[in-house]
């Protein structure tokens, strides 16, 4: 009885990835996830989070968090776009740990001060949600920010970035923190990887 219930767990978590990567062709076909995709989105992952199939409820954690202000808003709409383009299978796929030495990180990577720093993340950080991302901060001691400003000491960048930032949204905080460090500042752009390692994670 034992191997029929996995056997028949596998065969129902395997149905949803099917129905899951059809879902994610269908809502990013049109270039990009409005508001109303992201929660029926979410509904779907309600419904059938019960198999605990791990990809559905990461993916679950993810769309919640965004939704959680009841709003998607740019950043979090190209962030979802991203992730279900790499679930459909699609060639543009996310990008890798590796991708990221093409962004304009600081090199080489400095240590890292975490009590008392300003820390932002941008992009989707394979580390987990924005929140836990930011519960992690915290723990260490460091300071949540809002936006890129002067006051900023870490800009960093998620794991799955496009080479194509540039024409992203998030990219937009690149750009200014990049901006903020010609300048004299000394604002530090760091890859999600550099961060994990020097907080121990």
Known sequence: MEIFTRFNKKDIQDRQIDTLIGLSKGITANGEVDQAEAEFLQS????????????????????????????????ESSELFS?????SGDKAELGEVAKTSTLPVCNPAPSIEFVGKNFLFTGTCAFGTR?????????LGGINSKGVTKKLDYLVLGTYVTDSWAHESFGRKI?????????GLSLVIITEEHWANEAGL
């Open 131 to 139: 929140k836990q991302c930011q519960e992690a901060i915290e723990s």
């Open 83 to 87: 992730i279900l383009h790499a679930i």
């Open 175 to 183: 750009e200014k923190a990049m901006e903020y460090r010609d300048s």
């Open 44 to 75: 779907w992952l309600v419904q059938n989070c019960q198999s605990d199939n791990p990809i559905v409820l990461n993916l679950l954690n993810k769309v919640s968090e965004m939704l959680e202000d009841g709003i998607l808003d740019a950043e």
